[in-house]
């Protein structure tokens, strides 16, 4: 049995230094690792990425993350990435993965930011003009990292985890005029073509918890107005597909 914590959306800024420890500090009785799913920051600048590192740092679980739309604000990615990893020993994934040893088994987790462009049907294409299909190629790119990082998993236990949602169940509740902004179905293809056991987003403050790809995969949405703690819990077994 793996038991996953996961949350998103923390936004946390230079004022919120302590806001999430309390809840955390108990974390290795509940949980084998934690993984947060991007927006770690209001703004994604340095400072607040610090105030992350010590919130979400030594915690005595391995934490793995990806980067939300807020921590790319500053344009300060690499420092973000290396503040995070350096001084709160926060496992980064951009278009990579990696595999933690969990009671015997193998789990392998793969992460991306992800990116919009909407679910099929109503969902924008990369044609007409330069920035269109910039938009479109961006969330190609990413979707086409995704499924390469999920593949190259040597893992009994695959988890994919995005900022931006793969699938329109757990956008409910969110204006469907915005759900372009808020995912891609191509990041629900790359899931369904890995035998992912679970997908983790964030990103759909006011969506839903639980949904499911087109081929079955659980997809859970962790952003913290959506789940109202400090992390949900999730419970896979080496069987799970
Ligand atoms: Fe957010
Ligand atoms: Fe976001």
Redesign the pocket.
Known sequence: MIRIAAV??V?LGQDAQGRLRPALEHLPERADVLLLA??LTRHGTPEEARIVAREFGGLGVPVVAVL???DHHSDAVAEVTAVLGGEGGIEVLEGNGVVLPVDGTRLGVAGVKGFGGGFEGRCASAFGEPEMKAFVGHTLDIAGSLRSALASLDADVRVALTHYSPVPDTLHGEPQEIYPFLGAYQLGEAIDESRAALAVH??A?SGCEHGVTPGGVRVRNV?QPVIRSAFALYCLDEATP
């Open positions: 998103g959306d936004h991007g927006d939300g739309n807020h964030g990103h403050h952003a």
